[in-house]
């Protein structure tokens, strides 16, 4: 088992930045991949951003160029820079860890104001 915990949502006007955080306990040395998804009420939840143990990863088209995913030196952490952030950012985030399975974080609000 893999425990998932989000961390750095909130509301910011249009243009700002935030930084997500998600640590991954438990398991962790089964962990092949950790990503970003984002769902808003009504819609599916889609991916964002995706980084595997080999630092390949994955851009959801409408965050190219604004959104970068890295990991933290103790490779069960990720972050998720999130700069020019417009309004149809806003959604819950969701941290998914890869591992012998699929484990999800609670989720985080990110509101972007006009």
């Known amino acids: 088992q893999v425990q998932v915990v989000e961390s750095g949502g909130g509301s910011v006007q249009a243009g700002g930045s935030l930084r997500l955080s998600c640590a991954a306990s438990?398991?962790?040395?089964?962990?092949?991949?950790m990503g970003w998804y984002r769902q808003t009420p009504g819609q599916q939840r889609e991916l964002v951003a995706r980084?595997?143990?080999?630092?390949?990863?994955d851009y959801a088209d409408s965050v190219k160029g604004r959104f970068t995913i890295a990991r933290g030196s103790a490779k069960d952490t990720v972050y998720l820079q999130m700069n020019s952030l417009k309004p149809e950012d806003t959604a819950v985030y969701y941290c998914?860890?890869?591992?012998?399975?699929?484990?999800w974080g609670q989720g985080t609000q990110v509101t972007v104001s006009s």
């Open positions: 998914n860890v890869g591992a012998l399975g699929s484990f």
């Open positions: 980084i595997t143990v080999d630092d390949r990863t």
């Open positions: 438990g398991r962790t040395f089964t962990i092949k991949s």
